[in-house]
């Protein structure tokens, strides 16, 4: 059964540009959620999506930021005209349950997004 | 208010038993949680206790939780070279509509020799 899948791991983009990162939860899994984790720091929570629906974005930046996660596909993170504070890794996570229960959380490996 | 704190650094002799504190905030919190993150690599899930237990053990890994005063504790007994790596708590608190993950800053396990 393979883990929570993240790609690119290493993502290097200008100023300006786009930047999508992508997030394939384990099997069986219909919870998603996305982590920033700044260097020397934490996680912090950004949002969580079940299939086709956000349920919560409150740790989301109101602009430049998105996050899909279709019917059919990867979870996609979509940051706009990037800038350098958004260098970061960004981690992607999934669990089989919502609020009910243990919400154990398995994690992808990560994006490293540089920008220039 | 959403606080996590843990210390920062812990270094340790192999072989020796390590301690890593947690404080958190809301008492809300079903579940707590301790992930190991190892250079470069994501988060992998180590252990963790539901909220009405006092201690949980799991091979070499024992977890107090002291609910009165919001502090964990992560026991690693024997350790070994291996177990260098940062070491995050986090808590579920209802008021995240228990979906959402509140991290600490990481505690910096290092071991030598």
């Known amino acids: 059964n393979a883990g929570v899948m993240q790609n690119p791991r290493h993502l290097v983009r200008r100023r300006g540009q786009e930047a999508r990162l992508r997030c394939s939860p384990m099997k069986g899994h219909s919870h998603v959620y996305w982590y920033r984790q700044l260097p020397e720091e934490g996680l912090k929570f950004m949002v969580y999506?079940?299939?086709?629906?956000?349920?919560?974005e409150s740790g989301m930046p109101k602009e430049r930021f998105s996050a899909e996660f279709p019917k059919e596909g990867p979870s996609i993170l979509r940051i706009q005209q990037v800038v350098r504070g958004d260098s970061a890794a960004y981690f992607c996570a999934s669990s089989r349950t919502g609020t009910s229960g243990n919400n154990e959380q398995f994690f992808g490996p990560g994006t490293r997004l540089t920008v220039l | 208010g959403e606080d996590v704190e843990q210390s920062l650094f812990l270094s340790v002799r192999e072989g020796d038993s390590s301690v890593i504190n947690c404080t958190y905030t809301?008492?809300?919190?079903?579940?707590l949680y301790w992930y190991k993150q190892e250079p470069g690599a994501g988060l992998q899930l180590l252990t963790y206790i539901f909220s009405n237990m006092d201690m949980k053990q799991d091979q070499r890994l024992t977890v107090l939780l002291n609910k009165k005063d919001k502090h964990l504790s992560l026991r690693i007994a024997d350790t070994q070279t291996g177990d260098s790596a940062i070491y995050f708590c986090a808590e579920s608190p209802v008021s995240g509509g228990y979906n959402k993950l509140i991290f600490g800053a990481g505690t910096r396990l290092a071991v030598h020799p």
């Open positions: 999506l079940q299939k086709e629906n956000i349920i919560d």
């Open positions: 809301d008492s809300s919190s079903t579940y």
